[in-house]
C-alpha cells in the first residue's frame, strides 16, 4: 500500500454520505467499511447487496488493494448492475490515499 492515508481521509469525504468506518460503524446506503482492505465481496452480513457484487463474492473475489483501484476508478464499469451510484476516482493518487485510509480500520 502506497498511498497517504492522511490525504485519503479527504477523499473519503466522497464515501462517507454511503459508507462509514471506525467504532460504531454501521452500514448506511452502502456496508460498512472496516476491514474492507483483504475483506471478501459482499461479505457483511447484514447488509443486501445487488446481485451483481454477490455474483462476483461467490467466484471468490477480495478486496485486495489492486482490486479496490480497480473497483475504485470506475465502478459501473468494473462491475456492471452494482448499486453504488459512483462516478469513481479518476486519479490514481487519490484511489491509493483512499486504499491506504481505509487499510487502518480493522474489522472488528
Ligand atoms: C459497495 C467503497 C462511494 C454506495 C462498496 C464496496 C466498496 C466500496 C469497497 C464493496 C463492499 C463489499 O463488498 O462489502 C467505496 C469507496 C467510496 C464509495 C472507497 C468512495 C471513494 C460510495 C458512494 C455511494 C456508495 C458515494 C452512494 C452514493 C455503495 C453501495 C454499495 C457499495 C450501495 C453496494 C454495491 C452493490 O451491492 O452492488 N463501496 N464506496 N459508495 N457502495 Fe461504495
Same mark, same amino acid.
Given at each position: 500500500?502506497?498511498g !497517504?492515508?492522511?490525504?485519503?481521509? =479527504?477523499?473519503?469525504?466522497?464515501? =462517507?454520505?454511503?459508507? &462509514?468506518v471506525?467504532?460504531d460503524?454501521?452500514?448506511?446506503?452502502?456496508?460498512? *467499511?472496516?476491514?474492507?482492505v483483504?475483506?471478501?465481496?459482499?461479505?457483511?452480513?447484514?447488509?443486501?447487496?445487488?446481485?451483481?457484487?454477490? +455474483?462476483?463474492? +461467490? $467466484?471468490?473475489?477480495?478486496?485486495?488493494?489492486? +482490486? /479496490?483501484? &480497480?473497483?475504485?476508478?470506475?465502478?459501473? !464499469?468494473? *462491475?456492471?448492475?452494482? =448499486?453504488?451510484?459512483?462516478?469513481? /476516482?479518476? =486519479?490514481? $493518487? !487519490?484511489?491509493?490515499?483512499?486504499?491506504?485510509? *481505509?487499510?487502518?480500520? !480493522?474489522?472488528?
Amino acid at each position: 500500500i502506497t498511498g !497517504d492515508a492522511d490525504e485519503g481521509e =479527504k477523499v473519503f469525504r466522497k464515501c =462517507k454520505a454511503c459508507h &462509514a468506518v471506525g467504532e460504531d460503524a454501521r452500514n448506511k446506503v452502502g456496508p460498512h *467499511l472496516n476491514g474492507v482492505v483483504g475483506r471478501a465481496a459482499g461479505s457483511v452480513e447484514d447488509y443486501t447487496y445487488s446481485s451483481a457484487l454477490m +455474483e462476483k463474492a +461467490e $467466484e471468490g473475489l477480495i478486496w485486495t488493494p489492486e +482490486e /479496490l483501484a &480497480a473497483f475504485l476508478e470506475n465502478p459501473r !464499469d468494473y *462491475l456492471p448492475g452494482t =448499486k453504488m451510484s459512483f462516478a469513481g /476516482l479518476r =486519479k490514481q $493518487e !487519490d484511489r491509493d490515499d483512499v486504499i491506504a485510509y *481505509l487499510a487502518q480500520f !480493522d474489522m472488528d
